[in-house]
């Protein structure tokens, strides 16, 4: 078994700050890549953020300069901090991450979705 189970999603104020995490959990070999990409209501999904095993990050242009991706790999999780969040960062943010069993079977595995709601 190998999930992710995704947490700190909830309610802020405009220019208010959150953290939302991802954990993965199971029977893991290594963890390569890792993301976040969320979709609000009657929108596709979009890419938000990734960062590879050796720490290198990428955003998109919506969020860069106000989130941050970072990970703890002693912990295999993934956080996301979002910072100055507008209400069009509202959304279900999910996370991804790339794996490989013991069996170092390739296993693409997302997170549950955890809801941001940026509303006064």
């Known amino acids: 078994q190998v999930q992710l189970v995704e947490s700190g999603g909830g309610l802020v104020q405009p220019v208010g700050s959150l953290i939302i995490s991802c954990a993965a959990s199971?029977?893991?070999?290594?963890?390569?890549?890792m993301g976040w990409y969320r979709q609000a209501p009657g929108k596709q999904l979009e890419f938000v953020a990734e960062?590879?095993?050796?720490?290198?990050?990428n955003y998109a242009d919506s969020v860069k300069g106000r989130f941050t991706i970072y990970r703890d790999n002693a912990k295999n999780t993934v956080y996301l901090q979002m910072n100055s969040l507008k209400p069009e960062d509202t959304a279900v943010y999910y996370c991804?991450?790339?794996?490989?069993?013991?069996?170092?079977?390739?296993?693409?595995?997302w997170g549950q979705g955890t809801l941001v709601t940026v509303s006064s």
């Open positions: 991804k991450a790339n794996i490989y069993d013991y069996t170092k079977k390739y296993l693409e595995v």
């Open positions: 199971g029977s893991i070999h290594s963890i390569n890549d």
């Open positions: 960062i590879t095993s050796g720490g290198t990050t």
